[in-house]
């Protein structure tokens, strides 16, 4: 029985050499997924999935990894991907959900939902860093996906896009701690702000620094959260514990502009199951993640530029 010959991909190929090798090979959809949060103290994590179409049509101008991307450009060219995509998909991980199931269980089974709500069956599965396991097509981790193939460059602006928009939402709801400006991520303002007013609702209180300042360091990483009415939960800023997350749309309504098959809930709303079973998709609203889905163009918000990238300190 005849091997058949190897595919070699070349670093001159650009980013679009490995997408355009596996098309040639018969897989035409190729899906990538990617994050964007993970090194933030506070914030969701976001996932993201995106199926380019093949040729030129799938091509834009200046794609590139999102973390090396002015705001503006990635603005415009979250613009272009919604436009072009055969298919896209969001979702958003709450940070008490970071802090119940652990970052890494989110972060997997977030693209893995990603990846499984896409409105086209992707033939083949590319994804930043980490293999996502549970899907029935073949896939592959890359290392510094967002800077080797163009659908995982797009997933990571998407995501990076969605995450900054929610910041800045986030920032006007907790006044003080500056996430307009360094998005959740650990800088020294950002340090500065947690000694002096203490962690809000959306700070995630498995990580050291923000267990430090509230004096729960010494509780395990998942036990850190303070329950709702504990009597000894730091000083929140911002809405109640019965208001929503998020101000702004409903089930029926838009989120940023796009299509919506289904929003994340409120904040007092944890996950079901023991901390790392895998998360299923959700097919209603109402449940601990959401999946924002569309194929039309979103206009686009106002994001504060950017201080601190990925990859913050933990």
């Not at 090396?68 to 272009?80: G, H, N, V, W």
């Not at 990846?115 to 510094?144: C, H, I």
């Amino acid at each position: 029985m005849l091997t058949p010959p190897r595919t070699v991909v070349r670093r001159e190929g650009g980013l679009y050499a490995l997408e355009r090798a596996l098309q040639r090979r018969g897989f035409r959809h190729v899906a990538g997924a990617d994050e964007a949060g993970r090194g933030a103290c506070a914030g969701p994590l976001v996932a993201a999935a995106a199926v380019l179409p093949e040729g030129r049509r799938g091509e834009i101008e200046g794609l590139a990894d999102s973390k090396l991307l002015t705001p503006a450009s990635r603005e415009r060219i979250y613009d272009e991907v919604v436009a072009r995509a055969l298919a896209y998909a969001v979702v958003v991980i709450p940070a008490d959900e970071v802090d119940a199931r652990g970052l890494h269980v989110c972060n997997v089974a977030a693209m893995r939902r990603a990846l499984a709500s896409l409105t086209t069956r992707p033939e083949y599965v590319l994804s930043d860093g980490f293999g996502v396991d549970g899907l029935d097509v073949p896939g592959l981790a890359v290392w510094k996906g967002d800077r080797v193939a163009a659908c995982v460059a797009a997933a990571s602006v998407l995501a990076k896009v969605t995450r900054d928009r929610i910041m800045v939402e986030l920032d006007g709801r907790y006044p003080g701690y500056g996430f307009a400006e360094h998005k959740g991520y650990i800088t020294p303002e950002h340090t500065a702000a947690l000694r002096e007013l203490g962690p809000c609702r959306e700070h995630r209180f498995s990580y050291v620094n923000v267990a430090t300042v509230s004096g729960r360091d010494g509780r395990p990483p998942r036990s850190r959260r303070p329950a709702a009415g504990d009597p000894d939960e730091p000083l929140f800023s911002g809405p109640g514990p019965d208001e929503p997350l998020f101000s702004g749309p409903g089930p029926d309504e838009p989120l940023f502009g796009g299509s919506v098959a289904a929003l994340f809930g409120g904040p007092e709303e944890g996950p079901a199951g023991s901390p790392d079973e895998p998360m299923e998709r959700s097919g209603a609203p109402g449940g601990t993640v959401g999946v924002a889905l569309g194929e039309q163009p979103r206009p686009p918000a106002p994001v504060g530029e950017d201080v601190v990238m990925e990859g913050g300190v933990r």
